[in-house]
């Protein structure tokens, strides 16, 4: 059984930098989709960044991007997310999520298509 547990979460001022950290452990999960999704009070769950592993190609939402940055440490076997210049529209507490599976030639967005979880991460940013 897949296990994701996420670190790195916190308060911090805007403009300032986070990295969150998603362990990955149990199953076999060589060949998969992997996701940083957020949710903040009141709101609808969002996706931020996704990569497939191993072999690393990355996508960014476009309502951070040019902010965050999806990477992965195969060493630790954790998946990385780097925010930079956060802001208050960035509280929420974030989530990984993993979708076993080879490559399918496109991208899974949506966390309906994810069927593994961590149990999320708070990020608060505010002044």
């Known amino acids: 059984q897949v296990q994701l547990v996420e670190s790195g979460g916190g308060s911090v001022q805007p403009g300032e930098s986070l990295i969150l950290s998603c362990a990955v452990s149990?199953?076999?999960?060589?060949?998969?989709?992997m996701g940083w999704f957020r949710q903040a009070p009141g709101m609808e769950r969002e996706g931020v960044a996704w990569?497939?592993?191993?072999?690393?190609?990355?996508m960014i939402a476009d309502s951070v991007k040019g902010r965050f940055t999806i990477f992965q440490d195969n060493y630790k076997d954790t998946i990385n997310l780097k925010m930079t210049n956060l802001q208050p529209d960035d509280t929420a507490m974030y989530y990984c999520?993993?979708?076993?599976?080879?490559?399918?030639?496109?991208?899974?967005?949506?966390?309906?298509?994810?069927?593994?979880w961590g149990q999320g991460t708070q990020v608060t940013v505010s002044s």
């Open positions: 999520a993993l979708r076993l599976g080879q490559w399918s030639g496109g991208w899974y967005y949506s966390g309906r298509d994810y069927n593994y």
């Open positions: 990569i497939y592993r191993p072999l690393g190609g990355t």
């Open positions: 149990g199953g076999t999960h060589t060949w998969a989709y």
